[in-house]
């Protein structure tokens, strides 16, 4: 097949994903698949204790056993100069008040936190030699009270944490119009208050965290393969706790078998590998067990929110108050602490017009692995507390549930919109879009079939959500476009593809602006050697910017073709126009293709290799309607969904068949947590008491119906593509779309509401609680 008449798919068409086939194939190569001459093993000693001081850790007996090349402690850490770990958001995101935080060892050397913390790193010449290694270390603990619940830990006298956060409190902050707030809620004709826990969630990727780490003492640079999806970001925070400059480590992830969130940051892993190879002058690897992703990945949410919502007497919103307290688990990790100022604070309201907002947001230390980000970070919190006010309102004023949200949701007249707290949405239909969910999730049908489930002695609820949320991440990105010999065109990326189709996807951006059949374009990505910053993959993020600079450097590669096309074509560079691959004297049929171009520009030496660089100045925002249903079953407890539907804005579609599969992973991810997972500590000791998949649910095929999706896109003014994020909002859309319906089916029953997962027993007390004679 030749290029002029090779298949192209632009925007908007829908190819199978390219990299699948080497997916299903068993051709992808992931960490674990890598092959690496004299390597050895490392095993990572964690601590059992949630809050101990180290009274003594003892490596001789493991040092002294076959095989065993290292056992490598704080002592030899700080013996080579290696530095903690410091976070990438060290200071409130609106106001520049630093926060108050312990930088994270890399390896405990006076007291351990969290069960789970590093305490040693034992590296043997096979990982069963490690692990009876890691068994000989002697470390006495001497255990000291632990916190982990970030209510009581500001409660004067909890257990303080780190001896520079004093009440364990990393900042307090009050933004918003109070004055204001005060006011409304003064003239209110109703005010509804609800305590709400969005619970903790461990992320779980599919392929655990890992990496193996090289040292080369010729150059003196470092190599680590890694798992990850932010590699130029880690890579520079792992520079500088190996006390080096940046250019000497590079960073490369293979395929990754997916993130959420939990490999966006530096880990203590990311220095401990590299350092290790240097020590041993061998190539050293780990891989996470699924025991580690618990007790040592970043986990989610852990969200506590005292919030109140004011209403006129029509149901009109009037103002928004909320308190919250969110728990950082035991250290201030990535940008954790500004999510709670940006992303958390940047759309309190959401898609809804609230005139007046006061947020007083706290975060706090506690004894638990360190929170981290997960999709949605800050806006599902946010979101979450709207939605559940709502539903609370509408039982206070006796409005019904859709047609208050109806009432108070931004019209498209009123588009571009800017919230109570100064920031603006740049595009959305937001009434529309909730109409067209309402008649997708036939809402009209649900009192009978409400009436069905009662015949069959079941409890039926109807839950509504509707989500938003900014994307943008790391705000600078870069792309390299290059004319190989062969005639392929290299399409090299600071993004990072952890499983969403870029492979796919970016090829036909470019195919689409380029006129090349997209076979022709290959995606180069995932090594911080090849390209000079990268954001990686986090906020929704790598379309938008990667697609932005693609699109950008396409104008480029225009431009520079069309002087070669005009020297070649004989003509003035103003008569050339380009379209469908070529170029074109405009009125007449003399043309030359764009590869034929290169192909001479390459020839004079003035190549049409582009690279391009930018700087995003805002962000998108995906928005949708999810409307869920769900049988309870009354002598049980047990919550089923049966049903959900969902019309989401993602802007223009690149492929909206790979859309749609982020959208139906996201949706299952905050149905799992709605339903099933929770992350669960005992109060006493710190324990993680759900701490492998045994005890921890994750939402399988058969907990899921078939989801309803639909598009309503409005293009996003803030691209050249109009395109949005699409890989986290299904997330912050399900998670209290699903919690609504299951608080409404307990109403039906005339039982009270409940906090965390909704699990039988959960659901069961709270029925039974109903059914109890008032005293």
């Known amino acids: 097949m030749t290029p002029a008449t090779a298949a192209r798919s632009g925007l908007g068409a829908a190819p199978r994903r390219r990299e699948d086939v080497r997916f299903l194939t068993g051709r992808g190569r992931y960490l674990d698949d890598l092959a690496f001459d004299g390597l050895v093993h490392a095993v990572v000693l964690r601590s059992p204790h949630a809050h101990a001081r180290l009274a003594r850790v003892d490596a001789a007996a493991a040092r002294a056993l076959p095989g065993v090349l290292a056992v490598l402690t704080a002592q030899e850490a700080d013996a080579d100069g290696l530095q903690p770990l410091l976070p990438t958001a060290a200071a409130n995101t609106q106001t520049g008040a630093p926060f108050a935080f312990q930088p994270q060892p890399l390896l405990a050397a006076e007291k351990v936190r969290y069960v789970g913390e590093p305490v040693a790193l034992i590296v043997a010449d096979t990982r069963d030699r490690a692990r009876d290694a890691a068994e000989r270390v002697a470390v006495d603990y001497v255990t000291l009270p632990a916190v982990i619940d970030p209510v009581a830990a500001r409660v004067p006298g909890a257990p303080e944490i780190a001896a520079g956060v004093p009440g364990n409190l990393c900042f307090e902050w009050l933004t918003g119009d109070s004055a204001a707030v005060a006011v409304a809620f003064a003239a209110a004709a109703h005010v509804v208050h609800l305590t709400i826990d969005n619970h903790r969630v461990v992320t779980n990727p599919i392929e655990p965290r890992g990496g193996v780490g090289l040292y080369d003492p010729a150059s003196g640079r470092y190599t680590l393969y890694t798992s990850s999806q932010s590699l130029h970001g880690t890579r520079d925070s792992a520079a500088r706790a190996l006390g080096i400059e940046p250019t000497r480590l590079r960073l490369v992830a293979p395929d990754v078998g997916g993130g959420f969130g939990a490999k966006n940051f530096v880990y203590p892993e990311h220095v401990l590998l590299p350092w290790a190879a240097r020590r041993v002058g061998r190539p050293v690897k780990w891989i996470a067990s699924r025991g580690e992703v618990f007790e040592a990945d970043h986990q ?370 905050g149905i799992g947590q709605a339903l099933l997972e929770e992350t669960c500590y005992d109060p006493a000791s710190g324990q993680i008491v759900a701490g492998s998949l045994l005890d921890y649910a994750l939402p399988r095929a058969d907990d899921l119906p078939p989801f309803m999706l639909e598009f309503n896109a409005t293009r996003c003014t803030t691209n050249p593509l109009g395109v949005k994020g699409c890989g986290e909002a299904g997330m912050v859309g399900a998670f209290p779309a699903v919690g609504n319906a299951v608080r409404d089916a307990l109403a039906a029953a005339g039982a009270g509401d409940f906090t965390g997962t909704a699990t039988a027993e959960r659901l069961w007390r709270a029925l039974r609680r109903a059914r109890r004679p008032a005293a």
């Open 300 to 669: 989610g949410r852990g969200h506590h929110a005292e919030a109140a919502l004011a209403l006129d007497a029509s149901g009109r919103f009037l103002a928004l108050r909320v308190a919250s307290i969110a728990d950082l688990g035991a250290y201030l990790e990535g940008s954790a602490g500004g999510v709670q100022t940006f992303q958390y604070a940047f759309l309190p309201g959401t898609v809804y017009r609230i005139p007046a907002i006061e947020l007083r947001i706290a975060a706090v230390f506690t004894n638990t692995v360190p929170i981290g980000v997960l999709r949605g970070p800050g806006y599902g919190e946010a979101n979450n507390i709207i939605e559940r006010l709502i539903d609370a309102a509408a039982q206070e004023t006796g409005i019904e549930r859709a047609a208050l949200r109806r009432g108070n949701l931004v019209p498209a007249a009123a588009m571009p919109m800017t919230n109570a707290v100064g920031n603006i949405i740049d595009s959305g239909a937001f009434p529309e879009t909730f109409a067209r969910a309402l008649a997708a999730a036939d809402v009209a049908g649900f009192p009978a079939r409400r009436r069905d489930s009662a015949g069959r002695g079941q409890l039926r609820g109807l839950g509504f959500a509707y989500h938003i949320k900014g994307t943008g991440g790391a705000p600078s990105e870069n792309v390299d476009i290059r004319f190989e010999q062969d005639g392929a065109v290299a399409l090299i990326t600071g993004t990072q593809t952890i499983g969403q189709g870029h492979e796919t996807t970016f090829p036909q951006i470019l195919a689409d602006r380029l006129g090349l059949p997209n076979e022709l374009i290959r995606l180069v990505q995932g090594d911080t050697d090849l390209t000079p910053i990268g954001g990686g993959h986090g906020s929704s993020r790598a379309t938008y910017m990667g697609g932005t600079a693609i699109w950008r450097a396409a104008d480029t590669i225009i431009e520079k073709g069309r002087r070669v096309a005009a020297a070649a074509l004989e003509a003035a560079e103003a008569d050339i126009g380009f379209g469908d691959g070529d170029f074109v004297v405009v009125g007449t049929d003399r043309r030359i293709s764009l590869l034929d171009v290169a192909k001479a520009a390459r020839a004079a030496g003035t190549p049409l290799d582009t690279y391009y660089a930018w700087t995003r100045e805002w962000m998108t925002f995906p928005n949708g309607a999810h409307i869920a249903e769900v049988e309870l079953d009354p002598e049980t407890g047990a919550a089923r969904l049966v049903r959900y539907s969902a019309v989401d804005d993602y802007g223009v579609l690149v492929n909206p068949m790979v859309a749609a599969g982020q959208a139906h992973g996201a949706i299952a991810q």
